[in-house]
């Protein structure tokens, strides 16, 4: 069954799950399949942000923040590990932040915005592939069947993220990406996927740079598919970019050094992924995480164990007007056991609802 | 054979060379049994530095580079991708320089620093294990007979690989690695192993990083054995030290969770796996790139190849007196393909002997 895409690191029901995150791809056609029913609101999104939510005071770094108590834990904290001589100080080189991204940083509704590039390139490679036009999951996607590519289970998704994400070299993925990601839409709102990113989050990444923090991303998605453009949009670097990733062998080209991806997955970095994410491109423990899902769980307890001064965020999606509300019983970031441990452990919670002047960019 | 140690990533001759690389326990065997007749001399390496070679002008930022060549082939370069308006100015994210550490920045002479760990590890762990009296490769290795462990190969390689790297947690793994480097000596030299590092290469780090350059390690040695100690001696962070990595396994234990070290290979970051490495942990292709024998080869050509202004350097173990002598005839740091394409090609190869004023910090 899996023939074609080993996996040596996750089996059986953690690497199903891991792969749906990764890609997303059986998560959209799930949504695809029930939109409609499935999803709260999203009308509100249109709106993308609240008149007069987003004057700043000139001295003011979060100036889309209410004056409500994550923006108050937030100030708190840094101004902790920044005083010196505080004995909660905390040296520059260990102010280690680690961001979740699909939902955390940008939004990730209705479908992640990795499986809408999947749609997108299954449909740009069609033409070269004659064979899809009878061969699953590829037949049902092209025809717009999405029951018929859910109904092929683990193997067409895994089909499909080969099909899309390997057999060509890094850079050549990176410029499909660059390429794709510089005029792909939301199909709900018709911004551009990089205006979906969350204004506040936006501030918080600068105001904890400009406090001496090194401000990573830590997500399940995949991370030749975020380095292209998290300089531009988070002013988060590649070398500062954690993901899932498949594994690359080194080949040379009519003498030309290349890196080519491989049909076969590296680290699926999500749940208990994400802590080995870190510690292999990191080598130290965050002090502060923030997530909106089950699948940070692990990367804020990890960072919350820690000793010295610990901060751990959630986004609570519950702004069916401006953005989505979902939460337990979400296919998409699914926020379940994490919100209840932030509850038992005192961690944070965002409402974007209540604690957000403003959600998206203007 | 290697049902105790599986890897997915390599197989055969690949494997077997990288793991020897990576411990360098095959090495330091070949090198025990054959001492006293491969190796070059050594002795002139307890004389740590030439007398007068370290008076730094006040301006200099090379102090104990010589005037040749290389050094008028760095700064060249440096000045290039600096100058604003320059048809070769590189923007600062770009400055991407990536070093191998093993001969590159420390003496990897007469075995690899890593190995010598393995050797102190097995005698501090053997009271733990009386079963190792005669359990090969531990009962040879325990008796000083470095035949015996030879003759066991591959497996016991990797036995010692095991017993001494994985089966406990990262940050324990972490402080054994710290206490044993802040004790452990140079068996010629009575120097610590992190004074055992090159002075003029110091240096350079600095001069790069002064000059706006990122640098990183990217090393056939162990991630885990090297962050503990990289940023003190180099002045790099955890996070841009790349090397060969086990798995790691998220584990709550007794609700704390912690992240164990397996007893299987994640990468070897040799050979062509530093170009890997460099992609998974960097993301963007290095605009220079040093190194001193042929497991650099294609990191090496990996970086030459890239469009714009390229700086690949080599250091060349040419001086038996102040350090030692070796390229193609060498177990440990070979220097042979390499040499070749650097003269092809026209990168810079640094001879210790003549390009560097002083070798180690006084």
């Not at 999203?42 to 008149?51: C, H, L, S």
């Not at 080598?283 to 699948?295: E, K, L, M, V």
Request: net charge neutral; charged share 25%; glycine share 10%.
């Amino acid at each position: 069954m899996t023939s074609g895409f080993p996996s040596p690191r996750l089996s059986g029901e953690a690497r199903r799950r891991g792969l749906i995150r990764w890609a997303g791809t059986a998560v959209l056609a799930l949504q695809l399949t029930t939109l409609g029913c499935a999803r709260t609101s999203d009308t509100g999104a249109t709106k993308r942000a609240e008149p007069g939510g987003g004057a700043p005071a000139a001295a003011d770094p979060l100036p889309s923040w209410n004056d409500t108590a994550p923006r108050k834990a937030i100030v708190e904290f840094v101004e902790r590990v920044t005083k010196p001589g505080s004995p909660d100080f905390v040296p520059v080189p260990e102010r280690i932040a680690t961001f979740d991204n699909d939902g955390t940083l940008w939004a990730e509704q209705p479908i992640y915005v990795q499986a809408q590039f999947i749609v997108d390139r299954v449909k740009v490679l069609a033409p070269q592939h004659p064979e899809w036009k009878t061969k699953e999951p590829f037949a049902s996607l092209l025809q717009g069947d999405m029951k018929g590519v859910v109904a092929v289970g683990e193997k067409g998704l895994m089909e499909l993220m080969a099909a899309t994400h390997t057999g060509m070299t890094t850079e050549e993925f990176a410029r499909t990406v660059g390429d794709w990601i510089a005029t792909a839409r939301h199909p709900k709102t018709g911004r551009l996927h990089t205006e979906m990113v969350y204004q506040p989050m936006l501030e918080l990444l600068a105001y904890l740079r400009t406090n001496g923090f090194k401000t990573f991303i830590v997500s399940g998605g995949g991370i030749e598919f975020m380095r292209p453009w998290t300089e531009r949009v988070y002013g988060i670097p590649p070398e500062q970019v954690v993901g899932s990733n498949v594994r690359l062998k080194f080949e040379m080209r009519d003498g030309m050094p290349v890196l080519m991806k491989l049909p076969a997955i590296d680290l699926i970095d999500d749940q208990e992924g994400k802590p080995v994410g870190i510690e292999r491109h990191i080598g130290r423990r965050p002090i502060a995480a923030f997530g909106n899902s089950d699948g940070d769980l692990q990367m804020l307890q990890w960072a919350a164990a820690g000793t010295g001064p610990r901060f751990s965020l959630i986004v609570h999606h519950t702004d069916a007007e401006r953005e989505w509300a979902y939460d337990r019983d979400s296919h998409v970031g699914r926020l379940d056991r994490a919100l209840g441990e932030a509850a038992t452990r005192g961690w944070t919670v965002v409402s974007m609802k209540d604690d957000w002047k403003t959600i998206f960019p203007k």
